[in-house]
């Protein structure tokens, strides 16, 4: 950094807020509501500021071509430069990891400027000896008190400033809109609003929500019962029905053999029939549409490095920031370890356990996490799984917000309800808990299908800031 002149400022911190939000859509977002245009010190700063905060409130992208046309109305755009200085900008910034760095260093600055100028002002006060020196005492406190309380990093939240939407940890207006949107929605489609991702099951959509953001989803079961498949399933569902992105973090196979099965998954083709070759031209021909969609997928595969909970949420992290990934699955958390010397096997899984709904809640995205059960589910009359059965650690039960398990009665007699899957939501701290949902399961294609032929209830279509993108990455030719 530069050394600074005059009032506390920092050119490059402004410039690399800046750029973040003209090249990145949620640093716009973030930026626009933790900070004013006053913590800007340079007048140009101030001005692209003022426009970038404009267009997020009206729900439109910050980029580099609506921000320069904003500047240009009000005969602005000379002013700071012109497009070549917002096109420096962008390429100026730094990772967007960092905003919020970026963002405290603005503040602390605001701060320091705007203190020290209360303090001068405060000091030609008292210079001019005033009759009562008390009451100009009480008005710098008193401004102080409330500058310091703008800037604090207080975590703290009143439940009014919760109901009004002002530190909402979800959505920025006020709690009551929200609630009377969802009876709106009842009145008009007669049926339950839903605030999470669908899983696509009908069974479980229209009973209750359990890729809720912030929720910590365990699937379990014991091996060849279906859990990777399941989460396969849903991955699927979240990609190609909601076109939302999903990372999936595989410890137990390869990418390529995850894309594999993706591909049975769509085409109903047996995986033994693809890893073999023995494929009719028909099969070749599903298979090639099938992978001209999966190209087009946001669906991002990890399977290398990501072996300990701390590389796990590094990545993760970068997958939010990035992708904007609206469900992360790991696959599976017993093969997950703490990266450090752990008193017991219990120990290690209960730290990955907690850090797990950890992040879930600071990225505020469903995690869903395929988890083994232990033998004791084999040595029980009719098999069905119990809580108890989580392996390696009852702190699993603790920290998760949802537990499903998944049993096939055809595993065991395979005249017993052959192709079909029973799935026990054991667990729901939000919702209700369903002791038995039965789906249909081609073992061959990996595909789990409901029973129920009617439309699963919808999400509500969101306000155009939560459901549209905004800033396309590719949207202007100055960007590419």
């Known amino acids: 950094m530069s050394a600074n002149t005059g009032p506390p400022h920092s050119k490059e911190s402004e410039m690399m807020v800046l750029g973040c939000m003209l090249s990145n859509r949620h640093s716009h977002a973030s930026s626009a509501s933790a900070l004013e245009s006053s913590d800007f010190f340079f007048d140009e700063h101030k001005l692209i500021f003022q426009v970038l905060r404009r267009l997020y409130r009206e729900e439109k992208p910050g980029e580099i071509h609506l921000t320069a046309e904003e500047l240009k109305k009000n005969d602005h755009l000379q002013a700071i430069g012109g497009v070549a200085y917002l096109t420096a900008l962008a390429q100026f910034a730094g990772t967007s990891a960092h905003i919020h760095e970026y963002i405290e260093i603005l503040k602390a600055k605001s701060f320091n400027r705007q203190a020290s100028l209360l303090l001068e002002e405060a000091k030609k006060a ?12 009480e008005k ?23 109901l009004t939407g002002a530190k909402s940890r979800t959505d920025p207006i006020p709690l009551i809109e929200r609630i009377e949107e969802r009876q709106h929605y009842f009145k008009i489609h007669k049926k339950p609003f839903m605030t999470g991702v669908p899983t696509g099951f009908i069974e479980i959509d229209n009973e209750t929500t359990i890729l809720e953001e912030t929720n910590l989803v365990v699937v379990a079961a014991r091996p060849a019962m279906g859990k990777t498949a399941f989460a396969i399933n849903i991955a699927n569902h979240v990609c190609s029905e909601r076109k939302k992105a999903v990372g999936i973090f595989s410890l137990e196979m390869g990418a390529d053999q995850l ?70 699955i790991i696959d599976y958390l017993q093969l997950l370890n703490a990266g450090g010397h752990a008193e017991s096997r219990q120990y290690e899984v209960a730290e990955i356990s907690r850090k797990l709904k950890l992040l879930a809640m600071e990225i505020r995205t469903p995690i ?32 998760s917000d949802v537990v499903i398990f998944i049993q096939r009665p055809d595993y065991y007699d395979p005249l017993d309800k052959p192709g079909m899957a029973e799935l026990i939501v054991a667990k729901n701290r939000n919702g209700g808990t369903t002791p038995s949902i039965q789906l249909h399961f081609d073992g061959k294609s990996g595909k789990f299908s409901s029973q129920i032929k009617e439309t699963p209830r919808q999400t509500r279509p969101f306000r155009q800031y939560r459901a549209e993108p905004l800033f396309e990455e590719e949207g202007h030719p100055l960007l590419r």
Do not use: W
């Open 126 to 137: 008292f210079i001019s000896d005033p009759p009562d020196p008390n009451n100009i005492a």
């Open 140 to 162: 710098v406190h008193r401004r102080l008190h409330d500058l310091g309380k703008r800037y604090s990093n207080s975590d703290k939240a009143s439940i009014g400033e919760i």
């Open 259 to 328: 894309v594999e099965r993706f591909l049975s998954l769509r085409t109903g083709i047996p995986g033994e029939k693809i890893k073999r070759g023995s494929l009719s031209d028909m099969d070749m021909m599903r298979i090639k549409e099938q992978e001209s969609f999966l190209r087009s997928a946001k669906l991002f595969i990890h399977d290398q490095n990501c072996g300990t909970i701390g590389q796990i949420v590094s990545k993760a992290k970068s997958l939010k920031e990035e992708e904007d990934v609206s469900l992360i």
């Open 368 to 399: 869903l996490c395929v988890s083994q059960l232990s033998r004791k589910v084999e040595e029980r009359q009719g098999h069905r799984p119990m809580m108890s059965d989580l392996r390696d650690s009852g702190q699993i039960e603790q920290d």
